[in-house]
Nanobody
Framework: QVQLVESGGGLVQPGGSLRLSCAAS????????MGWYRQAPGKQRELVAV???????NYADSVKGRFTMSKDNAKNTVYLQMTSLRPEDTAVYYCNMIYFRTVVESSRDAWGQGTLVTVSS
């Protein structure tokens, strides 16, 4: 059983910063990609940032230049450093992982429970 545990959400004023963490545990042979998604009230879940094969990182246009995603391969943990936060960044942020449990199995998809980020004065 693979688990993704997120932390770091909270209430922050506009212009402020937060850092989210997502730690993966369980039987993991290889991770293909880890990403952050968010879902605001009444909206669809959207991709925020993703690291593929531990190398390239891609960001949604709305967060480019403000958010930075990083990965600690030894800890199977990803981080999302969010700066210059805006009220429109308010959402539940979810961690996602595409991984292989063993060398012979197909890839799997895991999600964290989500962490709420509220940007408000």
């Amino acid at each position: 059983q693979v688990q993704l545990v997120e932390s770091g959400g909270g209430l922050v004023q506009p212009g402020g910063s937060l850092r989210l963490s997502c730690a993966a545990s369980g039987t993991i042979f290889r991770i293909n990609a880890m990403g952050w998604y968010r879902q605001a009230p009444g909206k669809q879940r959207e991709l925020v940032a993703v690291i593929t094969n531990g190398r390239s990182t891609n960001y949604a246009d709305s967060v480019k230049g403000r958010f930075t995603m990083s990965k600690d391969n030894a800890k199977n943990t990803v981080y999302l450093q969010m700066t210059s936060l805006r009220p429109e960044d308010t959402a539940v942020y979810y961690c996602n992982m595409i991984y292989f449990r063993t060398v012979v199995e197909s890839s799997r998809d895991a999600w964290g429970q989500g962490t709420l980020v509220t940007v408000s004065s």
